[in-house]
């Protein structure tokens, strides 16, 4: 019944390594998003797809790759992880008429 | 480029009471949403209210409303009978409705509800 869902949840990993977050919606929505919120509670916006299309690519490291295989699908790799990417990333949809986003339960990554 | 501010980085209210969070956003453009998301400890973001830029009404939810003043580019939250239940993080967000995707958010304001 999710409707945004985010796999892991949690994800605890040494410096160097490389994990990945999954992100599935079942609310029909085209677009889909990534956001990082830092220790501060910061939310900021990094990718966006807009049926599988690349539409918004926030100046985030070449170490970050979004994949969208499907529009219900977006997924999230993270090459030679550092102490700075530490943070909870939430996957989003945003409805095509009112707007509003609705969010995954978010995935804390700490890397040690 | 569009900014959201929300200059309460926390607040504190007595139970029962009524408690206004700020949020000022700068913007060219005409058409656009605003809302305001709860994330309580949790980590979830839930919506709490939206309001469409060309309706001059101010959005309400139950409890919860909002005061919109457009020329002043203003989009305060009022949450009225507080319960503890409100404790949360709130966070004001614009979103064209253009079709550009880009949603920002202001930096949240945390809220405390006294017993």
């Known amino acids: 019944d999710t409707a945004v869902s985010q796999t892991p949840k949690y994800l605890v990993t040494q410096m160097g390594n490389d994990k990945s977050i999954k992100c599935e919606q079942n609310l029909g929505h085209d677009t889909m998003y990534w956001y990082k919120q830092d220790s501060k509670k910061f939310l900021k916006i990094m990718f966006s797809y807009n049926n599988k299309e690349l539409i918004i690519n926030e100046t985030v490291p070449n170490r970050f790759s979004p994949k969208s295989p499907d529009k219900a699908h977006l997924n999230l790799h993270i090459n030679s992880l550092e102490l700075g990417d530490s943070a909870v990333y939430f996957c989003?949809?945003?409805?095509?008429?009112?707007?509003?986003?609705?969010f995954g339960e978010g995935s804390r990554l700490t890397v040690l | 480029a569009q900014t959201v501010t929300q200059s309460q980085p926390e607040m504190s209210v007595q139970e029962a009471e009524t408690v206004t969070l700020s949020c000022t956003y700068d913007t060219s453009e005409n058409n656009y949403y605003l809302f305001w998301y709860k994330q309580p400890p949790s980590r979830q973001m839930i919506l709490v209210i939206r309001q469409e830029a060309y309706k001059q009404q101010n959005a309400t939810e139950n409890r919860f409303s909002v005061n919109f003043q457009k020329a002043a580019k203003s989009f305060s939250l009022k949450i009225s009978d507080s319960q503890l239940g409100d404790t949360a993080m709130y966070f004001c967000?614009?979103?064209?409705?253009?079709?550009?995707?880009?949603?920002?958010f202001g930096t949240g304001t945390r809220l405390k509800v006294l017993a």
């Open positions: 989003a949809s945003s409805h095509p008429n009112t707007g509003e986003l609705f």
């Open positions: 967000a614009f979103a064209p409705s253009s079709g550009t995707y880009k949603y920002i």
